[in-house]
């Protein structure tokens, strides 16, 4: 069955970085798209990057573009997502999901929050 | 950025009951929305893709009708487990977007 497992949430300070990664099992990874989704504490949910099965095709909402980058290893079956210039209105927690339209499966989640 | 909105966003329903929530998009989207179903601490689960097709393994209780701007979501006959909060969401375009979401909760 398909699995997705998030890791590297935490607490940062504003102004700083974190790294998240998603590691997939259970489907050929490289053949679909992926997608990272986040959702505030108590909000609901605001999609955060596109990637392409190839890498070929990244897409990302206003609120992250030019600090956020989603990347993936195609042949180590993971996704990542680097955030830089974290801000307090980062706190959430993020989901990968799979798919390149529609999510049909997503992981459990990583708590990052952005607090001093 | 295409915007959706949802209502109601919270319901009080009995098991039992039909309940309908309704998405719409401010511009046509063609049949590119999903719905999602989320309890808490859990993460979504897709219900309805394309409009109206039911994801494997979703109950046929389950129902989502629409196209252009204006989409629903039908439950025929609440059970206790469909407590929780739906969402809408369209892949017509980048940037994806979400509605703010439907609480449905037991009366």
């Known amino acids: 069955q398909v699995q997705l497992v998030e890791s590297g949430g935490g607490v940062v300070q504003p102004g700083g970085s974190l790294r998240l990664s998603c590691a997939a099992s259970?489907?050929?990874?490289?053949?679909?798209?992926m997608q990272w989704v986040r959702q505030a504490p108590g909000k609901g949910l605001e999609w955060v990057a596109f990637?392409?099965?190839?890498?070929?095709?990244?897409e990302y909402a206003d609120s992250v573009k030019g600090r956020f980058t989603i990347s993936r290893d195609n042949s180590k079956n993971t996704l990542d997502l680097q955030m830089n210039s974290l801000r307090a209105e980062d706190t959430a927690i993020y989901y990968c999901?799979?798919?390149?339209?529609?999510?049909?499966?997503w992981g459990q989640g990583t708590l990052v929050t952005v607090s001093s | 950025a295409i915007q959706l909105t949802q209502s109601p966003s919270s319901l009080s329903a009995s098991v039992g009951d039909r309940v309908t929530i309704t998405c719409r998009a401010s511009?046509?989207?063609?049949?590119?929305l999903a719905w999602y179903q989320q309890k808490p601490g859990k993460a979504p689960t897709v219900l309805i893709y394309?409009?109206?097709s039911l994801e494997s393994g979703v109950p046929s209780r389950f129902s989502g009708s629409g196209s252009g701007t204006d989409f629903t979501l039908a439950i025929s006959s609440l059970q206790p487990e469909d407590f929780a909060t739906y969402y809408c969401?369209?892949?017509?375009?980048?940037?994806?977007?979400f509605g703010q979401g439907t609480r449905l909760q037991i009366k």
């Open positions: 259970g489907f050929t990874f490289r053949r679909y798209a």
């Open positions: 999901a799979k798919g390149w339209k529609y999510l049909d499966d």
């Open positions: 969401q369209q892949f017509n375009s980048f940037p994806i977007t």
């Open positions: 394309d409009a109206s």
């Open positions: 990637l392409r099965y190839d890498g070929g095709n990244k």
């Open positions: 511009q046509a989207i063609s049949s590119a």
